[in-house]
């Protein structure tokens, strides 16, 4: 057999996420891009490139449910949204690369213009972008004058919401994303208020459904929540008014939770001055009722992925797995927090099949970490800690981000 591109990977800890259990001491065999083997001894290769870290963590590659390629992460996003568009193409381009390099092998984008993510999702399956998979929303669905309209396709009533639905299908979209509430990053709208009704979110749903798409929703309210979850939507981003009532609906439904922590913490943490006045007191009000509100979706079993919500202001692409940091500040361990991030998401995602979890004959996206990540999630995000840092991202058994080599600082 022909061995060249296979890898042999060693390390302390093996985290296949497939359930809360470690395998200390493990080994994985990557071939032909796939996951060929995992053991407790080394298995036999001839030929493999062996990677031989008993220091570090292997775990499946990072899921990013909630990202904006088209935002930098800048204060001011609204000005942003009037870029040309070839500008913002060169720089969606930089931080799907970016987001790699962090440790993220697949994303949904949730909220983009012009075709650019779901032409970059093409070119990096084709191998011709540095990126991770992506999933694209495209334009988000909202009602005029609502949450996101400035990257939106405004639609009122149920048929024109189907319209709006179908053209983001018909532009490429993997996913469709609608507004139930308003929201911080949108003026003269309310976070805690009910924007497009169960009737509209319902025939968006049926619409995605018909052509075997899936849904999310921006649902901050609780009127709004709990027409998108009746609704039949996917997941809930953000979920800042969550009720005893919403969770157990969710949890009955399988409604999964982006809580979008990151986000949040980069609004509400924002210096004054540094983003819209109106956005900042928005975002402070709600932080409360935010970390309330997923600390009882967590205690109800509702099921949690990593969504940051990156490219909102001061949550950069790259930095996705401070989430994972406030996830277990929230409230959850490491090891849910890192399930969160990888199986959950691939299910929510639906590449459960391809991707999430180490399995034999799953695609090889792999990250391997300094430290043990299921102990301290931040070992992730620390390059400069001697007991942190990426050493390497594995995309399809390729090895994309190769640190294997370099000293800590
Ligand atoms: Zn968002």
């Known amino acids: 057999m022909d061995r060249s591109g296979a890898l042999v990977i060693r390390a302390g800890w093996v985290f296949p996420a497939t359930d809360e259990t470690v395998l200390r001491d493990g080994w994985v065999l990557v071939e032909d891009g796939r996951i060929a083997a995992i053991s407790a001894s ?51 381009a930089r931080r799907a690369a970016d987001t790699l390099r962090g440790g993220f092998t697949t994303i949904r984008t949730l909220g983009g213009r012009d075709r650019i993510e779901v032409l970059l999702r093409d070119e990096v399956a084709a191998g011709k972008m540095a ?12 009602m005029t004058g609502g949450h996101g309209w400035w990257i939106g396709r405004e639609a009122d009533g149920p048929d024109e919401v189907r319209k709006a639905v179908r053209e983001q299908i018909k532009d490429g979209a993997d996913v469709i994303k609608m507004m139930a509430t308003g929201g911080v990053m949108t003026p003269n709208v309310e976070p805690g208020a009910a924007q497009l009704g169960e009737d509209e979110l319902r025939a968006g749903v049926e619409e995605a459904r018909k052509a075997g798409k899936r849904t999310a929703s921006h649902a901050q309210g609780s009127d709004g929540i709990m027409a998108a979850v009746r609704a039949g939507i996917n997941s809930i981003e953000h979920g800042f008014f969550l009720t005893r009532e919403i969770v157990g609906e969710m949890q009955e439904r399988g409604t999964f939770l982006a809580p979008t ?28 009722p935010h970390l309330e509100s997923f600390q009882l979706a967590v205690s109800a079993g509702v099921r949690v992925v990593l969504g940051t919500d990156a490219g909102t202001p001061y949550n950069y692409h790259g930095r996705n797995a401070w989430e994972l940091e406030l996830m277990v500040e929230a409230g959850l361990s490491p090891i849910q927090a890192l399930i969160a991030a990888t199986r959950n998401g691939a299910d929510l995602l639906d590449v459960l099949d391809v991707v999430g979890t180490l399995d034999v004959g799953k695609r090889s996206d792999l990250l391997l970490v300094r430290g043990d990540a299921t102990q301290d999630v931040a070992a992730i995000l620390s390059d400069n800690r001697a007991d942190g840092g990426i050493l390497a991202v594995i995309q399809d058994g390729r090895v994309v981000v190769d640190r294997l080599d370099e000293q800590p600082a």
Request: hydrophobic share 40%.
């Open 42 to 92: 080394e298995p036999r290769a001839p030929g493999a490139r062996r990677i031989d870290r008993p220091d570090a963590t292997l775990l499946p590659g990072l899921i990013d449910c909630h990202v904006h390629l088209t935002l930098s992460g800048s204060g001011d996003w609204l000005r942003e949204a009037d870029d040309p568009t070839p500008v913002v193409a060169w720089n969606v």
């Open 131 to 142: 990126g991770p998979r992506i999933r694209a929303a495209n334009r988000v669905v909202c």
């Open 261 to 288: 922590l990151a986000a949040a913490r980069g609004l509400a943490d924002a210096e004054p001055g540094s983003i819209p006045d109106w956005a900042r007191a928005k975002a402070r009000a709600v932080r409360e």
